[in-house]
DNA sequence: CAGCGTACACAACGGTTGTTATGTACGCTG
DNA sequence: CAGCGTACATAACAACCGTTGTGTACGCTG
């Protein structure tokens, strides 16, 4: 059988078309001649890679959770909060492709939420993200970083406090620079931690540049 | 010009026949047949008091959004702490309305996000929600029931984790009842709480009278 | 009662959708 | 080199979309 393309390849690139158009338009824009314009071809192609523009959807939005999973992938250096704080952070929209990975995320709840095998996917993903906290939490915990509250109730905090700060940052770019969402990251984490520890924990992420106050807030309306 | 029916409340009744379409199919399954069908009527009632879908979905979302603020509405009893807990509870959907209000506004960032003038108008709810927060949080603040950090980095924090909750709320209803939710929120503001005053809200004394600011974002000054 | 404007139903319009059938250039195998 | 299957482009398809025009029942006004 003579192949004269890689299959699977030709298939990711449609995908990356996908998310292309998903990025600029949202799912209210998305439709094959949109996907084959992005691509350079015709619907002929996407036809040919895929039976159904679901199937199509379908395979894309796998792709791009898969992606994104790689994107927030290795595990963080540090332990306890330190490693919670570096976990946390990455999913933030603080980079371009963040950026349009959460806004295709965030655009596709519309559908999530009327779809019920949709919506038990999407809280999947939310329970597997709290199994990948949940360590570090129960370590910060052991450790005396973090009040030894519910776990639970710790994890659904912050994983809501984290995608609140991703929407409101996605909605409004320039008034929600990097320092500003870290700080909020940085206050809920404070607020966890333990009423023995007033003085944070070093970071010890070499990495990221600490500037935890000033660049925040810029008010001239 | 004799007015057999009222004609703002026949409007009305139709933003209520598209709040009903998009709760249970989301804006990609919004038509005007669709909307009609609801209405128990054809298209050509919409059309006679709409000029357009984009209008039609624009006074829908309007009244909408009215609906929330009045369903978010008066003000809390009590004060401080205790008025922001309340505030925060009504954004939850706890009720079957608010259910459905949320379900629609969530699916509505998907049209949001990749169109500048809505993004502007979704940014501005939010600085209206923090501009009602913001008294609560500093009332607080003076009467030392919280921390006193940068109130900007408390209302992020709050409105972010608040909406984090209602999407996992709507995406999960069943493993995500009223009481998680209340946990999430409980422990939130107990973070924020001054560290010697868990569940009495008494003033702090003279301890941090210097610079109580420091002792959260800043490790060295 | 005549006449007119309102409140719709109904049907048709051009455009766009996802899907499918047909055509064709081309590298591989025999 | 003949032949065949792959990888597309092209185009047609019915179904649906938002919009518009026309038809009509009916209450109000004169």
């Not at 005396?144 to 406090?161: F, H, I, K, N, S």
């Given at each position: ?6 299959h ?8 990356a ?15 094959l001649?949109?996907?084959a ?13 895929f ?9 894309a939005?796998?792709?791009?959770h ?23 952070r ?30 038990a ?11 990948r ?10 450790a ?18 984290t995608h609140?700060?991703?929407v ?15 700080a ?10 333990g009423?023995?520890t ?10 990221v540049?600490?500037d ?10």
């Open positions: 059988m003579p192949a004269k393309v890689d699977e390849a030709r298939r990711r690139d449609v995908a078309a996908v998310w292309r158009v998903l990025a600029s338009t949202g799912f209210a824009g998305l439709g001649r949109a996907v314009a992005e691509l350079g071809a015709t619907t002929g192609l996407i036809t040919h890679y039976p159904s523009k679901r199937e199509l959807v379908r395979h939005l796998d792709q791009l898969e992606r994104s999973d790689q994107a927030l992938g290795g595990e963080p250096d540090g332990t306890g909060v330190a490693a919670l704080r570096a976990q946390l990455t999913v933030l929209p603080t980079t371009e492709e963040k950026v349009v990975l959460s806004r295709i995320w965030v655009g596709f709840w519309d559908l999530a939420l009327v779809d019920p095998e949709l919506s996917h999407e809280a999947e993903r939310y329970a597997r993200w709290k199994r906290l949940r360590p570090h939490v129960e370590h910060a915990i052991a005396g970083e973090l009040r030894a509250v519910d776990v639970d109730v710790v994890l659904d905090l912050v994983t809501a406090a609140g700060l991703v409101q940052a996605l909605l409004d770019p320039g008034r929600f620079p990097v320092g500003r969402q870290h909020a990251v940085d206050l809920l984490l404070a607020g966890l931690a009423p023995e007033r003085s944070t924990p070093r970071a010890p992420g070499g990495r540049g600490d935890p106050a000033r660049t925040i807030l810029e008010e001239t309306p």
